[in-house]
């Protein structure tokens, strides 16, 4: 059951100016980099509670009809569903099914999708390598994204960056007739930050 990104993101819960705060940059060296961490670390927070952080269109890819359709991600509401598309038995073709042979219910933060009462799915052409496709809206603006979530983004971001800094795994540097100095990282540094990421957003699960 593939679940594709359609149109992404345009606006992320953390801004540039919030990631470089996090990680005390001050110039703009490193811009790049950092833009590029922030859809990557909301991506990874998403993972966890298969939450949608950053609004996008998503197409949901499946191979046959259910009694009715959960959609596996949150949050989308009833407005959001914009079309369902399947392949006509008969005609092998590519169709979108009326808004009207369908009902779109809320169930907690995600909704499902059934058949109009006294009604069932139409046959598709399951030999088809897209059969029915589900396309709908998905996430928050970033305004209105929960804080501990954007902490979580943040001390991802942190995390990430921190895996290209050059002296994260350094042992010893040694320079004749100065000195040396020597970093010993501990083994749960690791894991610190993903566990604090995880433990922030695990009341986001639905």
């Known amino acids: 059951m593939p679940l594709r990104i359609a149109d992404a993101a345009t606006a992320y819960p953390v801004s540039l100016a919030e990631a470089k705060a996090q990680l005390r940059v001050v110039d703009a060296s490193n811009d790049v980099v950092i833009k590029a961490l922030i859809p990557a670390a909301t991506k990874l927070v998403q993972s966890i ?5 950053a609004r996008q269109t998503l197409e949901w890819v499946l191979t046959s009809w259910r009694r009715e359709l959960l959609v596996p991600v949150a949050p989308v509401a009833i407005d959001d569903v914009s079309s369902i598309k399947y392949v006509d038995w008969t005609t092998q073709s590519m169709q979108t099914l009326d ?4 009902v779109v219910q809320t169930r ?4 499902a999708i059934f058949p109009r009462f006294g009604t069932c799915w139409p046959i598709v052409f399951a030999h088809s390598p897209e ?3 589900v396309t709908f809206d ?3 603006e970033p305004a209105d994204v929960p804080e501990n979530v954007k902490v979580a983004i943040m001390l991802q971001i942190r995390h990430l960056y921190s895996m290209g800094e050059a ?5 010893r540097d040694l320079v004749i007739g100065v000195g040396e100095k020597q970093y010993e990282l501990r083994p749960e540094f690791a894991t610190m930050i993903p566990d604090a990421v995880t433990g922030l957003v695990l009341s986001e699960v639905w």
């Open 131 to 133: 059969p029915i496709v």
């Open 167 to 171: 002296n994260l795994t350094l042992r």
């Open 49 to 53: 509670v298969q939450r949608v952080y």
């Open 99 to 102: 808004r009207a042979d369908y």
């Open 108 to 111: 907690g933060d995600s909704v």
């Open 138 to 140: 998905a996430g928050y």
